[in-house]
C-alpha cells in the first residue's frame, strides 16, 4: 500500500507494507479519509498516536471498502462500505478497524462524505448526548460552528429539537450555518447577548468559554471539545455553584476500545439514521488527492471554510 | 414567638410574630436548629434569603414538632416530629415548611441530632448522588472532611461501598473522621498521593480543588459546594479533556420549591432509613439555647470541631 507518512514535521506519500487485520479487525481499501484538526499537532509532534496504531501514519477517520476481515469478524465482509473513527493510518490506500467501531455507509453518501462524517459526528453525538444530556426544547450555543465538529453539532442539536446559537467568525460563513440549523448565528462575543445556554458545545477554547459561562442557564452543562483559541481559563467556583453548572471536557482517541465501540453503537443507532434519510449532511468543502496530503493540510490550516477537507483515493 | 434577629451585623433575640402557615405549609415548633456556613455569610450581609422566607431571620434548617398545618396539606399532622431544609427563619422557637420539605423524624433520633441533619446530609446527597452519579467500587475524595458536610459525605459514600479518602486539617481530628468511615485520612496537600478519584466532593475550595485535579480518574466528576478558601482557579482545559472530567458546583439555597421536594423525597427515601437504622449519625459537636445564638456562632466559628454546632429551644 502507500501511506501518508510524517518525518520531520513534513508528510511524505511513499509505500508500506499492507496491514494485516487481527482477529476482530477489518482490512479497508480507504477510499476517503477526512482531515482534523488534530492531524496538524500530530503533524507538529504533540499528539502521538495512541499504543496499537501506526505511529508515523496520520488519519483518524476513513471511509473505505472491506477485503478481508479477521477470523473473528461477524458484522462485516468483504465488499461492505464501511467508515470508522481510528486511532491512527487512516491517510493510507489501506487501513484496518476493529469491526465494533465500523458503521456501514449509506448506499446513497458519496464517498467523500463518507469519509468526513465518522470522527466529526461521533464527536459532536458524544458531546452533546453522551455527556451532556442534550434534549429538546434545550438551549444549545455551539462556539466555532463553521468547521467540522461545529457543523455537525449544529445539526445534530437542531434535529432533537433544540434552540441552536452558532458563533461563527467569518461573516460570509453565517448564511451556511443558518442553512444547517441554527436559529440563531452570531459573532464571537455577543454569544452573551443570546442565552440563556443549557449546554455549550466548547470548540475555540478558552476566550469563548469565558464569554460564554454568564450566559448559562441554571444546570447548564458545558463540554470542551476544542481548545485551539487558548486551554487556560480562569474559572470563579462561584459561577458554576450559583447556577449549579458543570464543565466537562474530552476527546474520543484516548478512549478504549469498548468505549469507542459504546460511542459507534450510539451513532449507528441515533445518527446513521439521519444521515441515510438525508436529514444530516456532511458539508465537504475540498477534496485532495491521498499523494496531495500536504496540500490538503494547507488549505485546512487556512481556515474560512464550511466543513470538512477530506482525502480521497 | 422569639426568634434570632440579624441586624446591623449582629445577632438580637427578639419577640416576633408566629409565622401563618400557607395552603401547602406546616408551622413548627422548633425544638433544634443546626448552624451551617451559609448563616455566618448571611449575618456579614452576603446571602441574603431567597424571596418568601423571613429577611432578618437566620437559619436553614431545623427540627421540630408540628404545631399547625395549611388547608391543602395531607402528609403530616400536629404532634408529628419534622425536620427539614427550610429557606431561612429557622433559628426561631416558630417556623414553616412546605411538607413536601418536610422529612419525618426517626423515632430514635433526639432533637439536637434531628436540628443538624437536614441541610448537611440532603447537600452531600445530592452533591455525591445526584450531581456526581457516585456508586459502589468508585474512589471518593471528601475535601475537608471534618465539618458538617464533610462527616455526611464521609458517611454516605462509604455506607455506598465507595473507597473513600478524606481531607482534614486538624491532626486530632482524623481518628473521628476515620471512625465516620472513611477508608483514608490525610493532611490537605497530600491528596494527590492518595489517588486516583472517580468523585470529588469539594468542601473547601480552589488550593484544594486544584491539589487534586492532577489526581483525578478518567470520567472523573467534581463537584464543588465550599469555597471558603477560595473561589477562583487557573484551569486548564486540556486537563479536563484528557480525563474526560467534569467539574460542577452546586447550593441547595437558590432551587425552586420543586427541585427542594425532588431532594428531600431522594433523602427520604435513601438516607432516613440508614439514619433510622443507626449506619449513619449526625456528629454533634456542640448544642447552645437558641436565645445564644451569638455565643453559637463564635463556636462556630473557631472551627477544630467535629460534626454540627446546634441551636435548641
Redo the contacts between chains.
Keep these: 500500500m502507500h501511506a501518508v507518512v510524517i518525518r520531520d514535521g513534513r508528510l511524505h506519500w511513499e509505500e508500506r507494507d499492507d496491514p494485516v487485520p487481527g482477529d476482530t479487525e477489518l482490512l479497508v481499501e480507504v477510499k476517503a479519509a477526512g482531515l482534523n484538526g488534530a492531524d496538524l499537532v500530530q503533524r507538529a509532534g504533540h499528539y502521538p498516536a495512541p499504543p496499537g496504531w501506526p505511529t508515523d501514519i496520520p488519519g483518524m477517520e476513513m471511509a473505505g471498502e472491506v477485503v478481508a476481515v479477521g477470523r473473528g469478524v461477524t458484522l462485516f465482509g468483504p465488499g461492505d462500505r464501511v467508515m470508522a473513527v481510528v486511532g491512527g493510518g487512516a491517510q493510507a490506500t489501506m487501513a484496518f478497524v476493529d469491526e465494533s467501531h465500523a458503521l456501514a455507509v449509506p448506499a446513497s453518501l458519496p464517498w467523500p462524505e463518507a469519509g468526513g462524517f465518522p470522527e466529526v459526528f461521533s464527536t459532536a453525538y458524544d458531546a452533546l448526548f453522551t455527556?451532556a444530556g442534550l434534549a429538546s426544547g434545550e438551549r444549545v450555543l455551539v462556539s466555532g460552528a463553521a468547521g467540522g465538529v461545529g457543523t455537525a453539532g449544529v445539526q445534530l442539536a437542531a434535529v432533537t429539537g433544540a434552540h441552536v446559537v452558532a458563533t461563527v467568525r467569518q461573516p460570509d460563513r453565517r448564511a451556511e450555518v443558518a442553512a444547517l440549523g441554527a436559529n440563531e448565528v452570531v459573532a464571537p462575543g455577543d454569544e452573551a447577548a443570546h442565552g440563556p445556554y443549557d449546554v455549550v458545545l466548547e470548540l475555540v477554547?478558552?476566550p469563548s468559554?469565558t464569554a460564554a459561562l454568564p450566559a448559562v442557564a441554571t444546570g447548564a452543562r458545558l463540554v470542551?471539545?476544542g481548545?485551539g483559541g487558548g486551554?487556560?481559563?480562569?474559572?470563579?467556583?462561584?459561577?458554576?455553584?450559583?447556577?449549579?453548572?458543570?464543565?466537562?471536557?474530552?476527546?474520543l482517541r484516548?478512549?478504549s476500545r469498548r468505549e469507542k465501540a459504546n460511542v459507534a453503537a450510539g451513532v449507528a443507532r441515533h445518527v446513521l439514521p439521519l444521515l441515510a434519510s438525508g436529514r444530516l449532511r456532511v458539508p465537504v468543502c475540498a477534496t485532495f488527492p491521498l499523494a496531495e496530503a500536504e496540500a490538503a493540510y494547507a488549505r485546512f490550516t487556512e481556515g474560512a471554510k464550511l466543513g470538512k477537507v477530506v482525502l480521497v483515493a
Tied chains: 1, 2.
Design positions: 455527556q477554547g478558552a468559554l470542551v471539545i481548545v486551554s487556560r481559563i480562569d474559572l470563579d467556583l462561584f459561577s458554576l455553584m450559583g447556577k449549579r453548572a458543570r464543565i466537562g471536557g474530552s476527546t484516548a478512549r
